[in-house]
């Protein structure tokens, strides 16, 4: 049985404002007829504020009536058939002001460690445009040089699954993900040409 939100707060408003019955208050809110009891009684539950639950729609005022004209009815909770959130699907992803100047560095680390994500699968998963990932990938983006790959999920621009569920539709779609080695390397933030002049090959 479902119970009502806040039961010891719900019962110790219907213990305050009803003729209820012990028993037909502790079934409603799922607790035993003594600890209700103990409520009426002081013991249990001292200086906590009631929950109406008429008013926060879980009750209506006929069906406490109605039970407390007969102790052997159950009082019935109230439950509202509310639409569901429907989910976003299309349009562009809002991203705080805060963060929209993330967006370059989380598509220099896509494109570095996912090469295997579309352009529109960038797009959608973090709310930026074609242009902006063309430029960061043709370094003539106006701020080039502060660009820093940085992984989006730890930037806030998306979620984990998210990530893992574009990746999982890029591979169907026939993109090639890099080796695991390049793709754990790729968490760093340099980029493989902007590594130290001692770490290349051609360094002495």
């Known amino acids: 049985m479902a119970l009502p939100l806040m039961p010891k707060a719900t019962a110790v408003w219907l213990v305050e404002n009803t003729s ?7 079934a409603f809110c799922g607790m035993h007829s003594l600890e209700v009891q103990a409520i009426a009684d002081g013991e249990v539950a001292v200086g906590m504020v009631g929950l109406d639950p008429v ?4 009750l209506t005022k006929a069906e ?7 102790e052997d009815l159950r009082l019935k909770l109230l439950v509202v058939d509310l639409p569901q959130v429907a ?10 002001i805060t963060k929209r100047g993330d967006k370059p560095d989380a598509v220099a680390w ?11 699968q ?19 983006h106006w ?22 569920e574009a990746l999982a539709l890029g591979i169907r779609r026939g993109g090639t993900p890099l080796p695991p080695q390049e ?20 360094a002495r």
């Open 110 to 120: 896509l494109l570095k460690n996912h090469p295997e994500l579309s352009d529109a």
């Open 87 to 96: 989910a976003r699907s299309k349009g562009p992803r809002y991203t705080p």
């Open 183 to 202: 793709q754990e390397e790729g968490y760093g933030e340099e980029r493989d040409d902007e590594q130290p002049y001692s770490q290349r090959e051609d």
């Open 20 to 26: 209820l019955s012990f028993e037909q208050i502790a």
């Open 55 to 58: 008013a926060n729609g879980q």
């Open 64 to 70: 406490i009536e109605r039970c407390e004209k007969n």
């Open 122 to 140: 960038t797009c959608r998963l973090i709310g930026t445009t074609k242009p902006t990932i063309a430029a960061v990938r043709d370094r003539t």
């Open 143 to 164: 701020n080039a040089a502060n660009i820093k790959p940085r992984n989006p999920v730890l930037l806030g621009l998306c979620t984990q699954r998210e990530l893992e």
